[in-house]
């Protein structure tokens, strides 16, 4: 079984940054894709920004050139770097990895962290 823990989220003013991490423990997997999504209070989870195991990254519209994604696969983790964070960012980002173990392909979730911008 793979599990994901997030860390880093938090209240901050608009204009501020954060960085959230989210590290993938288990044992004998491999990860190909990790990614962030959030989900503001009564709208649907959406993507923000994801990375491949070779380092290909895409970010949604409403944060590219704001929000930075970076991976480090020896230790099996994935950064969110925000920026110039506005109200509009907040929400719960959960953390979602998709690999292979034991010959079996697997898709995680995180619990989530809070975002919180205040204007």
């Known amino acids: 079984q793979v599990e994901l823990l997030e860390s880093g989220g938090g209240l901050v003013q608009a204009g501020g940054s954060l960085r959230l991490s989210c590290v993938a423990f288990g044992n004998a997997f491999i990860l190909t894709y990790m990614g962030w999504y959030r989900q503001a209070a009564g709208k649907q989870r959406e993507l923000v920004a994801q990375?491949?195991?070779?380092?290909?990254?895409s970010y949604a519209d409403s944060v590219r050139g704001r929000f930075t994604i970076s991976s480090d696969n020896a230790k099996n983790t994935v950064y969110l770097q925000m920026n110039s964070l506005q109200p509009e960012d907040t929400g719960l980002y959960y953390c979602?990895?998709?690999?292979?173990?034991?010959?079996?392909?697997?898709?995680?979730w995180g619990q989530g962290t809070q975002v919180t911008v205040s204007s």
């Open positions: 979602n990895a998709e690999g292979s173990r034991l010959g079996k392909r697997f898709n995680a």
């Open positions: 990375i491949t195991s070779s380092g290909t990254t």
